[in-house]
């Protein structure tokens, strides 16, 4: 498609330059040259109908090839749009997450696409076209990685305000360490020993995170916001906007709103000390 | 004493200058400029809103704006350029040029022609007064629905936008219903059809577009209005509303509006390439039916801009072949140009530089628009910034560069003073490299995986330079358009040489009246013979100042002629209405309905409402026929 554009704009790039060359001999005004109809038709009707016709065959073949995947997927994965994050759940499995989609390497994902507000579009460019999350529809796609790795994608179709931070990664794992990263995400997290986790749970649960975070295993089960059962593995804060790090999510905690202006979660007050256990304490959930 | 005919005309035809002048006239030609004048102010705040996007963008995680600003901008830019720039420019053009390319004395309905743009002016003014408040539209020119629902967007921004674009309406509709009725009624006698200039054409079928697509996005706009403000649920998806509906609704508009938008531009570069190629344009015929085949097409492909919303393969599968089919028209379009071009012997002057400009950069958008047809490459890459880029080489290149070329073309009628040739060339090839600077490496973030509509983006992820690219490209294209805006205060109003009737040699009839022409256009209403009149016919070619035929003068009245809608055979004297301050009366008094419903203070529609009434009373009262 590609090169037959390309000569495409060429040939009338050759065309307006041969009509733009100096002229030797000043042709009667009146004349019109037998080839100017031919050159009108040939390059106007001929050529379009041919190359077109061709295109949409390919088009329609295509389609039809990328309809359905190969093979039935196995797995099938239930992303769901919120502003501005990604709600990620293993109906089978039970095990909910947000921001990752995990996948096995070399097989296809079914993915059921809704949203929970307005309209969304799960797109990862380097792996599948993109889909719309519409209010009120089921939208569904299939997707599938070649090569283990970190794929990132992002919301296409315009959410508000933080569109643009309305990021997702897929991580792609070889069949066996999807295995264990599932068993893994199925448990609850392993209740705390050390004294400072201790004190960032215990932080965690008195405070008002709860109202809209989850951590199974625990006593915060809000539904507002992402599931943090096992944020410790997450790439990401806030859909993509920073990194996840010990530094990043403490200025996070205190200020999302300066890092990602207008999501919903407010600016949490808490002392220096407990903030420290919280971090460490939600790094620790692998 | 004894007038002569040219001095009869004048008395019966001039209105008085000033200000009153300014807010009562009829006249085409005044209206038009009043069109022209007021759509470049909006393309230069469309710029400025462009510009502050780019520099956003210039690097990545920037926070020269806020997302609230920069959702704002983007919004307000889109709508600015399609609603108030483009198509208000080229119905200026044509509100100037359509009488006088059909040797007409005026408009059909030179009140309606007032009122309708005022009415544009108004709802231009009511857009923009959402920035005083800091609640412009921000769900781009588009406004998808749910995000646009009350339940996501409850403050008046997206009501802005709903009453603004019905309001506007109103003037995009009376504008195209005069046009259809001038160009089918007021053609000077022998005018046929088949002899019609094409820009007239192009007019003609935008103006039927408009009608035909306009109230779905009417309805729509009124649809939304009464979800947000009155219970309803056509929208609200948690009470069995639609939220695709607005969608098709909005694109069974949208993708017609981009011929609506194109088509006189197109109609432009047909009249500017036979002059410049010195001869006779190559299949006339062959552009004509193009112009009219594009436009109904056009109203068959508006589900390609849909295709990632989940429909059926086989819905994909048949608005992906129209979605090709729609290329043909524009493709012999193009290569009958070039034939014209290569068979003619061209003479490099600004405008028909603006037109090889747009040659170039029209076909780039044509092929890529062709790929969004592939419906797995427009899955892939619809609502990325290959879109942005494709849609600008369409309608910056398709429309803008003609704009210009127009601009270049008739400014020296309008204002009698040729534009300087110099800087005229300076611009263009600042607007040139600016624009392909600043657009062709959006095709590549586009490839890249950079969705449109991000107020930033992370370093990292290979954008950078590509953003840097675009944003200094911006600036140069922004510098060229301020080389035109200089020419046109400079040379365009005072300095420039006298231009004459007929500067360019040109083929159609405005170019056999003074520059600018008097108010009544032609002493002597022409009597057509082909398509090229003032290249076949020596003796018209001063018809705009001296009279041979006194009955053609029609100057016992205010009049002009009606004619046959297919052979154009002299058919009635038509006595048009003098200047009058209805038209505005009326249209302001509708602006205040829509700020009493922007607002929901009854008295205000009430008011409104009693205003418009009286002025279109007013408006309509009989005049005493003389005895």
Known sequence: ?286 | MALTVDERLEELWEEEPGLGSVLSTVDHKSIGKHYIYTAFAFFLAGGVEALLMRTQLARPDLHLIGPEAFNELFSMHGITMIFFFVTPMLFGFGNYFVPLLIGARDMAFPRLNAFGYWIFLFAGLFMYSSFLIGRAPNDGWFNYVTLSNHQFTPALNIDYYTLGLVFLGISTTVGSINFIVTILKLRAPGMSLNRMPLFVWAILATSFSVVFALPSLTMANVMLELDRRAGFNFFNVAKGGDAILWQHLFWIFGHPDVYIIFLPAVGIVSSIVPVFSRRKIIGYLWLALATMTTAIIGFGVWVHHMFATGLPTLSMAFFSAASMLITIPSAIQIFAWLATIIAGKPVFKTPFLFVLGFLFVFVIGGVTGVMFAAVPFDQQITDSYFVVAHFHYVLFGGAVFPIFAAIYYWVPKMWGHLLHEGLGKLSFWLIFVGFNLTFFPMHILGLLGMPRRIYTYHAGLGWDGYNLAASIGSSVLALGILVVLVNFLLYGLRRGAPAGPDPWGGDSLEWATSSPPPAYNFVEIPKVQGTEPLWDQPELRDIGFRARDVEMTLAEGHDTMGTTVVDAEPESVLTMPEATYTPIVTAFGISVVFVGFLTLLLPIIVLGGVIAIGGMMAWLRPKELPE
């Open chain 1, 1 to 286: 498609m590609f090169a037959v554009s390309a000569a495409v704009i060429l040939l009338v790039t050759v065309l307006i330059l041969v009509g733009i060359r100096p002229r030797l001999k000043a042709r009667s005004e009146l004349e019109t040259p037998p080839w100017s109809k031919a050159l009108m038709v040939g390059g106007g009707v001929i050529f379009p109908v041919v190359v077109l016709s061709v295109l949409w065959v390919l088009t329609l073949h295509d389609m039809s090839a990328l309809s359905v995947p190969a093979t039935s997927p196995a797995l099938t994965v239930n992303v769901i749009g919120h502003q501005w994050w990604w709600e990620v759940r293993y109906p089978t499995q039970g095990v909910v997450t947000a921001n990752d989609v995990h996948i096995p390497v070399g097989q296809p994902v079914r993915l059921n696409l809704t949203t929970a507000d307005v309209n969304h579009s799960f797109w990862v460019p380097q792996l599948t076209a993109k889909t719309d999350m519409i209010a009120g529809r089921l939208n569904t796609m299939w997707l599938q990685a070649d090569k283990p790795g970190v794929y990132r994608g992002q919301c296409a179709e315009y959410c508000g305000l933080q569109h643009a931070n309305m990021i997702f990664y897929v991580v792609a794992d070889a069949r066996v360490a999807f295995a264990r990263w599932m068993s893994q995400e199925r448990q609850p997290p392993v209740q705390p020993s050390d004294p400072t986790l201790q004190q960032g749970q215990q932080a965690f649960v008195t405070s008002a995170c709860t109202a809209c975070h989850t951590i199974q295993g625990t006593t915060a089960n809000g539904r507002v916001g992402p599931d943090l059962t096992h944020f410790g593995s997450r790439v990401s804060i806030g859909a993509g906007a920073v990194p996840n790090t010990a530094g990043n999510l403490g200025g996070w905690i205190i200020d999302s709103q300066s890092i990602k202006p207008g999501n919903i979660m407010p600016p949490i007050q808490v002392d220096a000390r407990q903030l420290q256990a919280l971090i460490q304490y939600l790094e620790s959930l692998k």
